[in-house]
């Protein structure tokens, strides 16, 4: 998640390496763009606050660089700021979004841009709601709403390392990140989750694409694959960071979870401990935790722990597997 703190730093010392870099002359983007499009964004120019009925729409999708159609936002991260100008909490990724210092109109501000053509696209500032206390304030004109063809799923199902290993192989999961959510720290480290004391939770972040499988049959896999039935446990994994949880983004994901846990109830031993709460906040862990399976599959954890879930995986799920 990018803080005021990162934004201040990145005007200091240099923005992160976008994903691809497109220079055009300007005559070129003049050709391409509406005139008022071309102003604003390669010319640093501002609409009219209330100029654009995207400030108040909010349904799903994925707002995209009008010049570069670069993925920049993500409605779930849009919120009413009621400036007049559509306002996003976070950046669909981290590297899309460049940061300039802005010394203009007497004022002294950070500039956002986006970091593969450089096309302004506003401002940001610190007073955004939590958890991350920005506001990308950004021109209407330097966007471009794009349909989203892929969804995300959140579930926490003990250690981060095991619910990974299982989600990532099943068809139309199209990429997974270990991550924290909840807690009351900000940004927390492995070692600080480990103690069990911040009230993080060990989470997986799914994307996946709903035409090849469903959020249901995504969290029937999950559900079926851990031991929802062990509160703040998994096996030999002890703690509140180990706690069976299904972090929604939406209304549509809180109904279907509610029903199939619902459905699942006579199916286990003991009573289902999972607990169903929105998605407030997600911190994606430190890179040694991505993958960790696939790239430590010797070790003994995951022969002992994890070979077997993905061994269970299997005999359930053959036909879900890629
Ligand atoms: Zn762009």
Redesign the pocket.
Known sequence: MIRWIDAIRFTKNGNLTPPKK?VKPNAEWKQQLSEEAYFV?REKGTERAHSSDLCSLFEPGIY???????Q?FDANQKFESGTGWPSFTQPLEENTVGYVADHSHGMSRIEV???????HLGHVFPDGPEPSGMRYCVNALSLKKVKSTLEKAVFGGGCFWCTEAVLQRLQGVEKIVSGYSDGNIHNPTYREICSGLTGHAEVVEVTFNPKVIDYKTLLLVFMTTHDPTTLNRQGADVGTQYRSTVLYNSEAQKEIATELLNELKNSFDAPIVTEIKPLSVFYKAEAEHQNYYNNNSEAGYCSYIISPKIQKLKKLYTHLLK
């Open positions: 497109i964004t995209a660089c009008t010049c570069c159609e670069t920049l841009i986006c970091n593969v053509c450089d096309a």
